[in-house]
């Protein structure tokens, strides 16, 4: 087990700019590894409308606060175009504003959070609309039906529903981007149902010929520049909608959580990004488009490893926009990558589940990548909220019992309310080299 040294120190260099600036789940039993430390300086039926006339902003209000999208008023910046983006070899710090204002404030990380999901959006995921203008749902034991109109056009999907053999409705819930690959028996055990979300129905990812369609497509047309992924994000938010505002009495929807293992480990990472309505958000095996850099996956590739990169991954499947091929030979021009696609979730919870097993999707990468992604939970104070387990040896999405006290761990905190539960947790069993030096040349802000 690889353990990190708790003297490191990211490295940092001084930019000047101008303008303003075990798997019984016990409590505390999780085995956890020392972080980097940075130089100082976040169950009945139900049948209702959800709401109307809401173009103007994606965001909807929930019992407890939570939005979809509380950034709307951030003023972004027009991106740049392919060719006046600069080289970037290292990971881009995502301190940084698109202006060039090092962030010094917790309050504001949501605007520069906003800024790259602006940025996500626009060079590899495609737009996720706003909310449509009306969205019913009907809740029962068995499922959830969603229907949406838009524009004059209706569709609607049904998620599956497992209740857990223990607690009491309303039930948290984690909704699983096409199936949930955890430990759903373990799920159940602790009082959590399961809800399936039907990915490939709301947008189809059959091969590369499956781009503008699905359900999302039929309202917004089969050009849209959502890729596959967004769409899901999309859909995963209107089911969130039925549950928020349908009054239903049988799942929490102030504690949900996502997750989805390999293809759909990328789509789990998309929702949870996107919708702050979201508690917890497991990826499980995610690899390239998901945990992996797109950087730190082509130096893997470069040095001999059969490594799945963004040049080959755009070939496959329709999980990017369709522009986001400009990139094939050019991944370090993007102005953003994983790590701070990941820090999108912040300061939510996130857990990311990766097998040292599986080289195609980016061992080294994905590691290192969740391990600089973590530095932004640590600039926010919430260093607990966000860790990363990687153990092999085992079959593809098949959850080892030795990665089950994390799950535990994550779903006791965000999903169970219990926060006297350790999510503290950095482990690989890999023996690779984690190049932090290579990779990252700023330093970690302490927000106040």
Known sequence: MRAFNKNYVLPAIIILVSGCGGS?????????????TSIPSSIASTSVTISSVLNSSPAISSINGAVENSTTHCNIPAPKSFADLPQIAALPDPFISMSGTHLTQKQEWPCRRAEIAAQAQYYELGTKPAAPQQVTGVISNEKITVTIHENGKEISFDATIILPSTGTAPYPAMIG????????????????????????????QQNGQSRGKGKFYEIYGSDHTASAMMAWSWGVSRLIDVLQKSHNTLID?????????SRNGKGALVAGAFDERIALTIMQESGSGGAASWRISDAQMAAGQNVQTLRQIVTENVWFTGQFKIFSEAANKLPFDHHSVMGLIAPRGLLVIENTSMEWLGNQSTYTTSIVAHEIWKALGVSDKMGVSQVGGHNHCQLPASQQPEVNAFVQKFLLNDSSVNTRVQKTDGTFPIELSRWVNWQTPLLN
Do not use: D, H, W
């Open 24 to 36: 019984s789940g016990n409590k505390n039993t999780l085995a956890t590894t020392s972080s980097i």
């Open 253 to 261: 929807a102030n504690r949900l959580g996502v997750t989805g293992c």
């Open 177 to 204: 981007i096409g199936n949930s690959f955890l430990n759903n028996q373990e799920l159940s055990q602790q009082g959590v149902a399961v809800i399936q979300f039907p990915n490939n129905i709301v947008g189809e």
